[in-house]
């Protein structure tokens, strides 16, 4: 892998990807009859996620919702191929014509990041608070292979960082220096260091204040829509978040996607009651919203 900007890297990335054979169809990625089961001791299994199917295409944006425990964690931890005995995953996570969940060690190893890469909850508490901002992302462009050297590393640290909107001083800031909107957007620029052509992202503003969620927000769909990532899987139990980022949405309850259809479909007519009680309580929000802003002095 080069150290050429994004931007540059990136297209050839969805050049590469809509060249793939399995992507001929253009499903980027093919989930099928997923079941997920952890172990909790002695010879019990919780399921987690069962018969889970779903496919997404190259560029799109799919939502995962559902409430806390769901299994939506799970299914992006299954896609990828984080779940380890004892702990069991079966049935197929296709993707590039591989079965995920048969990959080999070495496969797995340029698969995540390279090809898909995710942005696990919480990830911004994980940054190194010993060092600053910069050396957190020099260290991880260097261990990913991305860059050759220090001075490499340090020019694309600083370019992903312009990426996601933050100056270069943030180079040399240290994390408690960074608020969490600021801190998220670093995780963000990080997870975009290898181009992947899917981004998984769980609960990705669930910690941030509903200004700074829009700004990241609005921030992420901007480099999805620059080419800077292929496709999005958002994970968040926030609707008026779906709403906002997606094209499509699953719905899932109790381990089970209840709903899998065009967000606007899904805002419009939601077929499963819990999704029309979802989407019924956003547009009474919305009214309340609209209404508390007339009220507003001019
Ligand atoms: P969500 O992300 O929708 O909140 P998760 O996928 O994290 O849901 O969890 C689904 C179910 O699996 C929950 O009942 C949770 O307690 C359980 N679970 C998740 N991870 C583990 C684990 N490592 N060991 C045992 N049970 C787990
Ligand atoms: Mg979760």
């Known amino acids: 892998m080069d150290s050429s900007p994004p931007s540059r890297t990136c297209s050839r990335n969805i050049e590469e990807l809509a060249s793939n054979q399995s992507l001929q169809t253009g499903t980027a990625l093919s989930v099928k009859d997923l079941n997920v ?7 019990d299994l919780l399921p987690a996620c069962r018969n889970v199917q779903f496919d997404t295409r190259v560029g799109e944006s799919v939502g995962l919702l559902g409430e806390s425990g769901a299994g939506k964690s799970t299914v992006a931890y299954a896609v990828m191929g984080l ?5 069991k995953a079966t049935g197929e996570i296709i993707y590039g014509g591989k079965n995920v969940l048969a990959m080999s060690q070495d496969e797995l190893r340029s698969f995540r990041w390279n090809e898909v890469a995710m942005i696990f909850q919480a990830a911004m508490n994980s940054l190194d608070p010993i060092v600053t901002v910069g050396k957190n992302m020099d260290e991880l462009v260097l261990d990913k292979g991305v860059v050759q050297n220090k001075q490499e590393a340090r020019e694309l640290s600083k370019k992903l960082l312009a990426t996601v909107d933050l100056s270069e001083d943030v180079y040399k800031m240290y994390p408690f220096e960074l608020s969490g909107g600021m801190k ?18 769980d609960e990705p503003t669930t910690a941030l204040d509903t200004i700074t969620q829009f700004s990241v927000l609005s921030t992420i769909k901007s480099l999805k829509n620059e080419g800077r990532v292929g496709g999005l ?4 139990h926030d609707i008026s978040v779906q709403a906002f980022m997606v094209d499509r ?5 109790k381990g089970l996607v209840v709903e899998d259809a065009p967000i606007k ?8 009651p819990y999704t029309q009680v979802l989407t019924e309580k956003l547009r009474l929000t919305l009214q309340k919203d609209r209404s508390q802003v007339h009220q507003l002095p001019q």
């Not at 998220?184 to 992202?201: C, D, E, Y």
């Open 83 to 87: 779940i380890e005995p004892p702990n």
């Open 233 to 236: 899987l958002l994970i968040s």
């Open 37 to 43: 089961s952890y172990f909790i001791g002695s010879k």
């Open 184 to 201: 998220q957007r670093v995780i963000i620029s990080m997870a975009l260091a290898t181009n992947p052509k899917i981004l998984i992202l």
């Open 249 to 253: 949405i699953l719905i899932m309850l």
């Open 265 to 272: 479909t899904v805002m419009e007519s939601a077929k499963h």
